[in-house]
């Protein structure tokens, strides 16, 4: 029942920018986190941002910070990832997640995405 869906992946060239959404439905808890992943190839899957459903708090990891915003859209419980200026090191899968609590640690999230491939080109 529990759907996260992910759009928006694609390939960008090395200072170019890409929007990622994620539709979230079924959830069963009111309230709290959505939070964005990644992993690139022979890499750990790693935290990228999260946000409050609740208040709309924003948390991100330093690699990104300045250059990527989550975001959410109240109406339809969508959460967008702008993600400017990007590199080549930014190349990955990336993963929406919820969780009841917020946690940079991918095993305190419950439900997931099916994840949308970032590749970012020189």
């Known amino acids: 029942q529990v759907r996260l869906v992910e759009s928006g992946g694609g390939l960008v060239q090395d200072g170019g920018s890409l929007r990622l959404s994620c539709a979230p439905s079924?959830?069963?808890?009111?309230?709290?986190?959505m939070a964005w992943f990644r992993q690139a190839s022979g890499k750990e899957r790693e935290f990228v941002a999260a946000?409050?459903?609740?208040?709309?708090?924003?948390n991100y990891a330093s690699s990104v910070k300045g250059r990527f915003t989550i975001s959410r859209d109240g109406a339809e419980n969508v959460v967008n990832l702008h993600m400017n200026s990007l590199k080549a090191e930014d190349t990955a899968v990336y993963y929406c997640?919820?969780?009841?609590?917020?946690?940079?640690?991918?095993?305190?999230?419950?439900?997931w995405g099916q994840g949308t491939q970032v590749t970012v080109s020189s």
């Open positions: 997640a919820a969780g009841v609590l917020y946690s940079t640690n991918q095993r305190m999230y419950d439900y």
């Open positions: 079924g959830l069963r808890f009111s309230g709290g986190y």
């Open positions: 946000i409050s459903r609740t208040t709309g708090s924003t």
